[in-house]
């Protein structure tokens, strides 16, 4: 994701436009990853919730637990199919993880002929895999009546505003487009692309957070609060939903009606349908991998436009998996980066996630009463924004520290949960 | 018998590119991948070999440049609580449910304690580096190289 964001603002930095056919594998190669990003959180991260049970520990709520529950087949058969997206990804871009093909203005791997029919036939694998995951997914929550109510319910609800990527018809897109804002009521904001994001959001130094809040510099800070006339804002596969009219394929359209349906309208603001709109994008981006496999054109060998000298500054923006991604360069007039801002969804989501803990932990801890089951519920909260801190910390036993301080009315402290040892 | 070493790391953040490091030394001698990061990508290096070595930077408190190596009993025991990200073992438990025949029989993880994962720098700290030759070593012995 962050790869493309880069290559997108190294585009402009060169004010260049990539080659159509360098444009169109660049988002085939980008709905790829989305298919392989996409089932990697739901199943792993996001199903096991429901499919394991919320309180569940973390022992069996885990994708091995949901193997046990749904069976060795089908999570063979998700393991295997998302290895064709994996694949396509090789061919587009040159190695299957870690790609070496972006090039400002253009793209280094060319697509042959009979790459194209294997890309096809495992664009074919996607969409058995998406309608797989939508079919778990009716299955294991939307015929729960428990779990529905969950989705549905005021526990995980945080009503805010919502950015996210639509296309010339206002249908939801990732790789470019243009960025929409809508209100918490569902009505349009503003519209920005590239270096406009300046007009539209601001970002707030807060003295307990490493991490900034972004605003809608429009509305003002108004601290971080959800409900009407909130300036904080979501982004991600749930904002991508409210924001846009709709998905321009059909299997993925369907789903979307159906999810329409099911909530009586939009904007939809249950934080856990965030996985349901991600399992309805995991059939768009394969649908869409298709629809450009099956274009020929793609084999064009005229994937890359001359560069000329740098006009000093860039803005690329893309619909990560998880929400709205910018990369903002300043160049000297060679092209080396000397200034650089990158707001990534896990900040534009940082006002969103911390409502949505402090709503779960209010309505979970009762009269002093918390158990290690909390520690889930509050993980639930957030785990649909599907928040990514750095991966490199390289500590094990590999768990993400989570801990929660029970503080009473006198502000001291209760009881302290956590689960990790202390060392 | 066939064998991958697998190293993981990024190669510009001074001490976490050990693993990569390491790998260099057995490229065209076994079959070796390197990975950036880990998710499923790591199951898709695994299946189809008998015996697995995983290489990596890692921090546990002891002294930079100690060489920790992980075996099946610890894995066993540990689950991931995650958001984002899966831990090696989780990933690892992961492969064995899915694919038991396809996974590799022996999986020995090597960690090489590192002091600096966050200077932008391709050199090790000069006690990480030390190590290489000798976690080099326990691969050679754990996978009958001479």
């Avoid at chain 1, 006339?229 to 394929?249: E, H, M, Q, W």
């Amino acid at each position: 994701m962050h790869y493309t964001a880069s290559v997108k603002a190294a585009d402009a930095v060169y004010g260049v436009e990539p080659t159509p056919t360098a444009k169109k594998i660049r988002e085939l190669f980008y709905n790829a990853h989305y298919v392989e990003d996409h089932t990697g959180i739901l199943y792993a991260l996001g199903f096991p919730d429901f499919v394991c049970g919320p309180t569940a520990s973390p022992a069996e709520r885990n994708l091995v637990g949901l193997v046990l529950k749904v069976g060795a087949d089908v999570g063979k058969l998700v393991l295997k199919k998302r290895y064709s997206a994996v694949k396509i990804f090789e061919l587009t871009s040159g190695r299957p993880s870690h790609p070496v093909a972006a090039l400002p203005g253009g793209w280094s791997k060319r697509i042959t002929e009979e790459e194209r029919k294997e890309i096809l036939a495992c664009a074919d694998d996607c969409i058995e895999l998406a309608k797989l995951t939508l079919d778990v997914f009716d299955k294991v929550v939307l015929q729960n009546k428990e779990y529905m109510a969950l989705v549905t319910g005021d526990v995980y609800k945080v009503v805010t505003n919502y950015i996210g990527t639509v296309d010339e018809n206002d249908k939801v897109t990732y790789y470019d487009g243009t960025q929409k804002i809508v209100d918490t009521k569902g009505n349009e904001l503003g519209r920005f692309k590239g270096i406009q994001y300046l007009d539209y959001i601001a970002e707030r130094t807060l003295p307990w957070s490493y991490q900034k809040a972004p605003y809608l510099k429009k509305l003002g800070w108004n601290g971080l609060v959800d409900g009407d006339g909130t300036s904080i804002y979501s982004v991600g596969p749930l904002a991508r939903f409210n924001v846009g009219s709709g998905f321009d394929t059909p299997l993925a359209q369907e789903a979307y009606e159906k999810m329409l349906a099911a909530f009586g309208g939009k904007p939809v603001h249950h934080t856990l349908a965030y996985h349901w709109t991600r399992a309805i994008e995991l059939m768009h981006a394969a649908e869409t991998v298709k629809k450009i496999a099956s274009d020929e054109s793609i084999t064009d060998p005229n994937v890359r436009q001359e560069l000329g000298t740098p006009v000093g500054e860039g803005v690329g923006i893309v619909e990560a998996a998880r929400g709205v991604l910018i990369h903002h360069y300043k160049t000297d007039d060679k092209g080396i980066v000397t200034d650089a801002n990158l707001i990534v969804a896990t900040t534009h989501n940082k006002g969103p996630m911390n409502i949505a803990v402090k709503r779960a932990a209010q309505s979970f801890i009762k009269n002093g009463k918390v158990d290690e089951g909390i520690l889930n519920l509050v993980e639930i909260a957030y785990r649909p924004y599907d928040l990514c801190f750095a991966c490199s910390t390289h500590t094990l036993p590999g768990r993400i520290p989570v801990r929660i301080d029970i503080i009473d009315h006198h502000g001291e402290l209760v009881k302290s949960l956590r689960n990790y040892e202390l060392s | 018998m066939r064998s991958v070493i697998i190293g993981i790391g990024n190669p510009n953040f001074k001490d976490d590119g050990v693993g990569l490091k390491i790998v260099e030394y057995f490229e065209g001698v076994v079959d070796t991948v390197t990975l950036l990061n880990i998710g499923f990508n790591l199951i898709d290096s695994l299946l189809g070999y008998d015996k697995a070595v995983i290489v990596d930077g890692v921090k546990t408190g002891k002294e930079p440049g100690s060489i920790i190596e992980f075996n099946a009993e610890f894995w066993g025991d540990v689950y991931a609580s995650g958001t984002h990200n899966f831990s090696i073992f989780e990933i690892i438990r992961i492969g064995y449910s899915v694919f038991p025949e396809e996974m590799p029989k022996e999986i020995k993880i090597i960690g090489v304690e590192v002091e600096d994962v966050e200077t932008l720098s391709r050199q090790c700290s000069p006690s990480v580096e030390d190590a290489i030759p000798k976690a080099v070593s326990k691969i050679k012995e754990y996978l009958g190289i001479n």
